[in-house]
């Protein structure tokens, strides 16, 4: 058996006395882990620093073994990252929101949002709506994807401003008046026809309203948490750059979200 394809490196740890078992995003064969020959070594342990783009062989006798890979730097901007909290705390958000992808199952919209975040990682004013987009479109890979293209009561697709918890469906300023405690908020960001640079409210309405599904859908039926993973990327966002940060939330959470506010 035997592939080539490009991967964005999630991490590696060290196996044995020089070698290194290498966990790849790749374009083509999703979430895929192979055995680096060296890996441990001064040459070739720059090349496996999260965040990385590599180009990469796989090789093994069958299809289920863990198999050997063979890389070569593309895009070496993990060094990038060091100086900027922000980023270090995003690519390992990043990381474990892509483990929860099964392993070697394709997923290429994610690997090219992944791409896309990573490009603008370093600057907060586009990493913080970058990473809401990211969660969205995980979610919908998971098969929890929000339908924010028309309201839900009415049909309608402009004026969308809130989205239901138990449909996951967009809702008008109109319809949703009435129960707009227990909705959650749809930044303007999130709807195609938005180009403006979101403000750090919009940015907090996004981070809640994603936070929510997928502590719901994911999370929680796994037993998982990345909480702190989450916040720490998030409090980061706003130390570094308020204006461009997440707006601090204000009073009690909406009903909609009382159970979940832990991914904030």
Not at 115 to 139: K, N, Q, S, T, Y
Request: with cysteine.
């Amino acid at each position: 058996m035997q592939w080539t394809d490009e991967g964005i490196v999630l991490g590696s740890k060290r196996h044995g006395e020089g070698n290194a078992i290498l966990e790849l995003m790749t374009r083509a064969h999703g979430r895929h882990l192979g055995l680096v020959r060296g890996g441990a070594n001064a040459r070739l342990r720059p090349v496996l620093q999260a965040g990385n783009c590599v180009s990469c062989t796989w090789r093994a006798r069958l299809d289920e073994h863990l198999g050997h890979y063979m890389v070569e730097a593309l895009d070496a901007r993990a060094a990038s990252f060091l100086p900027i909290p922000h980023a270090l705390y995003g690519m390992t958000y990043l990381a474990a929101l892509c483990r929860l992808l099964p392993e070697r199952d394709s997923h290429p919209q994610v690997h090219a949002a992944l791409v896309h975040l990573l490009d603008g990682l370093i600057d907060p004013r586009r990493a913080a709506p970058d990473m809401v987009r990211f969660e969205l479109r995980l979610l919908a890979e998971l098969g929890f994807g929000l339908d924010l293209s028309a309201c839900a009561a009415s049909g309608v697709e402009t004026d969308l401003v809130y989205v239901s918890p138990k449909s996951a469906r967009a809702v008008s300023r109109q319809a949703g008046e009435p129960w707009k405690d227990k909705l959650l908020v749809l930044p303007a960001f999130l709807r195609e026809s938005y180009g403006d640079d979101p403000s750090p409210q919009d940015i907090a309405d996004g981070f809640e309203l994603t936070g929510f599904f997928l502590a719901r859908h994911v999370l929680e039926p796994r037993g998982v948490s990345l909480a702190n993973a989450r916040a720490n990327f998030i409090a980061a966002l706003r130390r570094e750059a308020p204006a461009a940060g997440v707006a601090e939330r204000q009073g009690e959470a909406p009903a909609a979200l009382r159970g979940y506010y832990h991914q904030r």
